[in-house]
């Protein structure tokens, strides 16, 4: 197969975003005059594979089984409550960048929670019961409030 030059129009800079480092000698691509760079499909896949890499994020495992738990953005957490709990979420003060917090949650038992907000997808506080779930909180720069939902985890 034969390489071929492709040409892209960058509008801004956040439209390549991951943007992969890129060494001295990795630097080929050129502007030209009309502002897009061109590259060879060999280096279209490079330049993309290094910024697509997954990332490893660590599972934090969180001790308490109730009472108040205090969640950090940008973090992963498991956590396994019988009782009462309420979840306190960080403020924002950047809403240029995305922020999230994931918990994998495993409830025993038919315990309260609170949320730590009032705005959940689809509109309805996620409904748990005893089981498996996966508990996201995504901050909305547009509502300038954090969004929770939950989805079960398992088997039919």
Request: glycine share 8%; charged share 15%.
């Amino acid at each position: 197969m034969a390489e071929t030059n492709q040409s892209y129009e960058i509008v801004s800079i956040s439209d390549l975003n991951p943007i992969p480092e890129l060494s001295e000698s990795d630097k080929t691509p050129v502007e030209n005059a009309a502002g897009t760079y061109s590259m060879t499909l060999a280096q279209e896949k490079e330049f993309f594979n290094r910024g697509m890499q997954p990332k490893e994020i660590p599972v934090q495992t969180l001790s308490s089984s109730s009472g108040t738990v205090t969640l950090a953005d940008g973090n992963v957490y498991r956590i396994r409550i019988s009782t009462a709990t309420t979840f306190v979420l960080p403020a924002v003060t950047d809403v240029s960048v995305h922020h999230q917090i994931k918990v994998f949650l495993s409830v025993s038992g038919t315990p309260a929670i609170n949320w730590g907000t009032s705005h959940f997808f689809g509109g309805f506080a996620p409904y748990v019961q005893e089981g498996e779930f996966v508990v996201y909180f995504d901050f909305v720069p547009a509502l300038n409030v954090w969004v929770a939902g939950a989805m079960e985890a398992g088997a039919l």
